[in-house]
């Protein structure tokens, strides 16, 4: 596997740890399926096997506890086990490529993209503050102070419900 290409792999860790939105009310799983799951994993670049989408299932839970730090980082410790870094020379130099199970491709380049933002950009990958929201966003702003998903849709409910229960709680204002 290539080594890393920022944004393609935080466009896929955030695609993973996105892929249950709460639509209407209801959770949806997009890899709930062996089918579902392989397709989303082709449509995102990867091979799409199901021993690919069991091992992204699997990771998905751990990775969204570890970014809501309900669970210490080194939880995905084993998610990385039998990857190694290999060089290999040629005219051009040394070059070093990713060596990973080929199931677990997928799982690993959401980790590594998990740590490139902790190192280079700490504190930009969050939970979206609404609570009936499923979604993380990754903060690319200067001020780093974005609190939803999305402002068109968590951000403007959460200010029309913060504004009911003002109203409700003072009704004389
Ligand atoms: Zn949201």
Known sequence: ???MDTAADEAFLLELLNS???VDGVQRDELDTPQAGRSWLRALGHSGSTAEWHAVRAARSTMRAVVREQQPASSLDPLLHEVNYRPSVSDDGVQWRLDAPTDRAAVVQAVLAWDALRRTRPGRLRACENPDCAL???DHS???KA???SMAVC???MK???HYERT???PHR
């Open 142 to 144: 200067k001020p780093n």
């Open 20 to 22: 249950t939105p709460i």
């Open 168 to 170: 409700r709680t003072n």
């Open 147 to 149: 609190r939803w998903c």
């Open 160 to 162: 029309a419900r913060r």
């Open 155 to 157: 951000g403007n409910r």
């Open 1 to 3: 596997m290539e080594l």
């Open 136 to 138: 993380f966003l990754i």
